[in-house]
């Protein structure tokens, strides 16, 4: 089984990416299986199940998407062959850009939009700097200047990732990243994540809503970049 997880900000075009994917390793000869993880609310699974493909919707609700994928990639892998699929294509939300589902051992795809600012690439953490590979979307609406600047701050997060120039809607850039899937390594028994959660669980992700600094406990960080640790 290869697995491949797609991560990214929000809107950024990771589910007509993904769909222009499975398209193409179909051509070449592989069997993928989909999983479409979102948060509150989605109706992609009307866009997926188009493709004729085994497709799996899940909401992480109140939980960060990125943990919900990555508790449960073992049932996403072992539906996938069930299924008699031998590639797994996992999106997930990415709302969190201090997580990253990205296991030891996946295709790591991160997609990004060219137009949410030059400087992006620097603010996402890593759900690019550990990435494989970078999807840039929508460069057809700025400037050849303005998609070699991000190129640039692209690299300078990751400087080992391959960046490729995407368009979910043409499927730009579908074919080149199914090269690569096809090449890729299936996945161990055994993973492990390729970049570590945040430092800890704190009263505000249990459901604390009292604002003042006495009711909050877990490992914090005051404005000045102190960082402590409050518990028992």
């Not at 590639?87 to 997930?92: F, K, M, Q, S």
Request: aromatic content about 6%; charged content about 25%; overall charge negative.
């Amino acid at each position: 089984m290869r697995f491949v997880v797609f991560a990214g900000t929000p809107g950024s075009g990771k589910t007509s990416v993904l769909i222009s994917l499975a398209k193409a390793v179909q051509e070449r000869g592989l069997r993928p299986s989909i999983v479409k993880i979102d948060c509150l609310w989605t109706e992609d699974d009307r866009r997926l199940l188009r493709l004729g493909l085994p497709v799996r919707i899940a909401l992480s609700k109140d939980m960060c998407p990125d943990h919900f994928a990555i508790y449960n990639i073992e049932a996403m892998i072992d539906w996938a062959g069930e299924e008699r699929s031998d590639l797994l294509l996992n999106e997930t939300a990415g709302l969190c850009l201090r997580c990253a589902p990205y296991t030891d051992s996946c295709l790591a795809v991160c997609v990004i939009d060219v137009t949410s600012g030059p400087n992006n690439p620097l603010k996402v953490g890593p759900l690019l700097t550990s990435a494989d590979v970078v999807m840039m979307t929508k460069g057809d609406m700025v400037s050849q200047a303005e998609r070699e600047v991000f190129r640039e701050r692209v690299l300078e997060a990751n400087p080992g990732c391959q960046v490729i120039d995407a368009n979910g809607l043409t499927g730009k850039g579908s074919a080149e990243l199914a090269e690569i899937v096809v090449r890729w390594d299936d996945v161990p028994e055994r993973m492990k994540l390729r970049n570590n959660p945040p430092f800890s669980i704190c009263t505000l992700c249990a459901g604390e809503t009292r604002v003042e600094k006495e009711h909050h406990r877990g490992i914090l960080r005051r404005m000045d970049g102190f960082t402590e640790y409050q518990g028992e």
